[in-house]
């Protein structure tokens, strides 16, 4: 993890001549990013970390524009690009009050029923990893953002894509896994679609996977509920998804026996409501991992989320396989874990529930919220310092999931 600036109201780092070269670099990429001036009235006499605050809340607070004019990868990588894309395009055209709260999943009152409902696509790369394959990936992934929002997960559905000469062997591979999974986790696969695209226009096979899910408890697990004094866990180590993956596709000469998280969490979280009604929201810190989680949560509370980088679980291959590629873990996609930010009066009680399942066997309190400075994550890091921890820029780790 590198160095960057404190934010006002936190401590500098010790090393302040590379705080400030961050500082200089994080200007220059809002700037350029945002094509913001240089300096707005009145911020000439703030110090530089201070400018690099009052940048990003301009930044943000400006309306989202599509630069490119084509898409890239990093549309789809869960960072700003794709937030642009979102805010831009499909915000734009589709907008309405359900779709404007931004949640993973669309919160739906039928006859008085309340449901949840939710959509995800699948193109990982390779489509078998140690751990698991798009099969299962697509089921948990669909079944975890029913889950995160309190819902019981019913039923779903499954749309394939497939490139022409893809092996029939490797189809019912996937198949089955995606029965086994859909068993394991209680749900049914009712209905689905099947295309086929000419050789050379496809990648083996892509999958969308619909569900929905019954909300029996009367919760409102929003990312806009956190406040202060709440405490932030993770469920387990992070980054193991990701760097499965990138280690999978034998593009680097790493060995590692990682494997993916890829798991079901709606068990684990019907737990975790049942021993406490304190939690304030929660969400699976799949693309874009848990800094983007975290960001998004900052970003609709308007709360600073404060991590404490010592407290982070990772197992110690997954920090040496990112040290090696130069990302950082933070940003790496889980496919089975959560953050949760509940009331901090309650956080004993749900670790005491997380501990007690095999999935969160490793969930540890990795931070907590405060008041200031409004919409930021900021990291208190091994060495003393605190950096800002922003919307991820670009794409390190593409088509993970």
């Not at 193109?123 to 751990?131: H, Q």
Request: glycine share 10%.
């Amino acid at each position: 993890m590198t160095d960057q600036a404190a934010a006002p109201g936190v401590p500098p780092d010790d090393d302040g001549a590379r705080s400030a070269d961050w500082a200089e670099e994080a200007l220059r990429e809002h700037e350029e990013f945002h094509e913001l001036a240089p300096h707005a009235p009145g911020e000439a006499h703030l110090s530089r970390e201070e400018q690099v605050h009052q940048k990003i809340e301009r930044a943000r607070a400006r309306k989202a524009r599509i630069k490119e004019e084509r898409i890239t990868m990093s549309h789809g990588a869960g960072g700003k690009a794709t937030q642009t894309l979102i805010d831009a395009l499909f915000l734009e055209s589709f907008r309405n009050p359900t779709l404007e709260r931004m949640e993973d999943q669309a919160m739906l009152d039928v006859g008085g029923t309340r449901l949840a409902f939710t959509t995800d696509s699948f193109v990982v790369s390779p489509l078998f990893f140690p751990g698991g394959n798009i099969g299962d990936l697509a089921v948990n992934g669909t079944v975890n953002d029913l889950a995160v929002s309190g819902a019981r997960p019913l039923s779903l559905s499954a749309g394939f894509i497939l490139e022409e000469g893809f092996p029939i062997a490797d189809l019912r591979r996937i198949v089955e896994t995606m029965a086994t999974a859909a068993a394991a986790a209680g749900v049914q696969i009712v209905t689905g679609d099947t295309k086929v695209v000419p050789r050379g226009k496809g990648d083996g096979c892509y999958i969308n996977t619909s569900g929905i899910g019954l909300l029996e408890r009367d919760l409102n697990l929003s990312a806009a509920s956190a406040q202060p004094g709440d405490t932030i866990i993770v469920s387990g180590p992070i980054g193991e998804h990701g760097v499965t993956v990138m280690l999978a596709r034998g593009e680097l000469e790493i060995e590692s026996d990682v494997v993916s998280d890829t798991a079901p969490l709606h068990e684990l979280i019907d737990r975790l409501l049942d021993a406490t009604t304190g939690v304030r929201c929660m969400r699976d810190a799949t693309r874009g991992g848990v800094a983007t989680v975290l960001n998004e949560i900052a970003q609709a509370s308007q709360i600073a989320a404060v991590l404490d980088e010592g407290k982070v679980p990772m197992r110690p291959d997954v920090f040496g396989a990112t040290e090696i590629l130069g990302i950082d873990a933070l940003y790496v996609a889980c496919e089975g874990r959560m953050v949760l930010v509940i009331d901090g009066a309650e956080a004993d009680a749900a670790l005491e529930a997380l501990h007690a399942h095999p999935l969160g066997k490793g969930a540890a309190v990795i931070g907590s919220i405060s008041d200031d400075p409004p919409g930021l994550v900021l990291l208190k890091t091994t060495f003393g310092g605190t950096r800002i921890v922003d919307v991820l820029v670009g794409d390190p780790l593409p088509r993970i999931c």
